[in-house]
């Protein structure tokens, strides 16, 4: 990328963080593309996984330059591994994504466990961007390593328990097939989340087959939201101890709020943004938005609502940033009636530095 092209932020371990306006040197030239992608994820080591398993990563693409930059490209180096965006075609054209100065966009790399099994060492995931405004194309590469078991097959190949209503908890069943050893054994399974749960069933054994049902179960104190975690199966296997399972679940509230997107922000200039508050289930129930709280205690943010009972609200937010150059985040919450929790919904944006003072130009 050319020298003048100009970066606001840099990323450390995964984390954006805010700085002054600098130009690219040359080394770091090969690398503007790679820094849009979170350090962690550049190299995938997905160790040991199943037969049928639904094995996937969130890639999440953070445009940290002033410029929008375009997704122009993504291909990979096996068929072992792809992206579920490239299926998002025109007349077999690649749509280009989006993506505003200041957002993220999540691409998700799948690996195919069910045409594809045995070691795969350095494949490769390639994501080309391209920015318009200088003509710029520049690449990142995402290394996955790991290995596809023939010898366990897992049905269905993930826990994903879709849409689920508050307090209200879930369960789903797997099968955990095994071929091999008579005395093979799934010794434990383990959660990082405290709202997952897991019984074991050996349904049988014997001839070099070892058969389980699993019941996972989501307990009624999920918070609302979205649940991702893995579910860690934990075997005697000396070679392979340990199989990681995507469990799923998406709490949704009766009310849903959409997030607030201010984009870029100018200091000391006000942008409005228009958020919907509605009624999700059926039948459709109106409600009273009764209060609208924030954790800053300042008057940047200004917020015009109804205090009418209907099932669809229509709120202004009206933010005048603050000179504090950065990416720009803060939570709000909303007191419904009838509902004892407040809704929470998040408000988003980068803020750019003010523009220098005249007096400040002529020094």
Request: with cysteine.
């Amino acid at each position: 990328m050319s020298k003048a092209f100009a970066v606001r932020c840099l990323v450390a371990t995964g984390i954006l963080i805010s700085c002054a306006m600098v130009s690219l040197a040359d080394d770091w030239e090969r690398d503007w593309a790679r820094a849009m992608i979170d350090k962690d994820l550049l190299n995938i080591n997905y160790k040991s996984v199943a037969k049928g398993q639904d094995v996937y990563f969130r890639i999440r693409v953070s445009n940290i330059y002033k410029e929008e930059m375009q997704v122009i490209g993504l291909s990979t180096s096996c068929g072992c591994l792809s992206f579920d965006e490239s299926k998002l075609a025109a007349n077999g054209l690649f749509v280009p994504i989006l993506i505003p100065s200041g957002t993220e966009k999540t691409l998700t790399l799948r690996l195919d466990t069910i045409r594809h099994s045995g070691e795969k060492k350095n494949t490769k995931a390639t994501i080309t961007f391209f920015e318009s405004s200088k003509g710029e194309k520049g690449t990142a590469t995402i290394i996955a390593e790991g290995y596809i078991r023939s010898d366990v097959v897992i049905q269905p190949g993930s826990v994903n328990f879709g849409s689920v209503a508050p307090r209200q908890g879930a369960e789903q069943r797997i099968a955990l097939n095994y071929a091999g050893r008579n005395d093979w054994n799934l010794a434990s399974v383990k959660f990082n989340s405290p709202h997952l749960s897991a019984e074991v069933f050996e349904k049988s054994r014997g001839n070099g087959l070892v058969n389980y049902e699993l019941v996972v179960k989501l307990k009624d104190s999920a918070p609302e939201g979205l649940l991702r975690d893995q579910m860690l199966l934990v075997t005697d296997d000396a070679n392979n101890p340990t199989i990681p399972v995507q469990v799923e679940a998406k709490i949704e509230p009766e009310i849903s709020v959409t997030e607030a997107n201010f984009g870029i922000l100018t200091p000391g200039k006000p942008k409005e943004v228009q958020i919907l508050v509605r009624y999700t289930k059926l039948p459709v129930k109106p409600f009273k938005i009764e209060k609208f709280e924030r954790t800053k205690p300042d008057n940047t943010i200004k917020v015009k609502k109804s205090d009418d009972m209907k099932a669809l609200h229509q709120m202004t937010l009206t933010f005048t940033p603050p000179n504090e150059p950065g990416l720009f985040e803060e939570e709000f919450f909303l007191t419904i009636s009838g509902r004892t929790e407040p809704i929470i919904f998040k408000a988003r944006g980068r803020i750019l530095e003010a523009p220098a003072a005249d007096s400040d130009l002529k020094k």
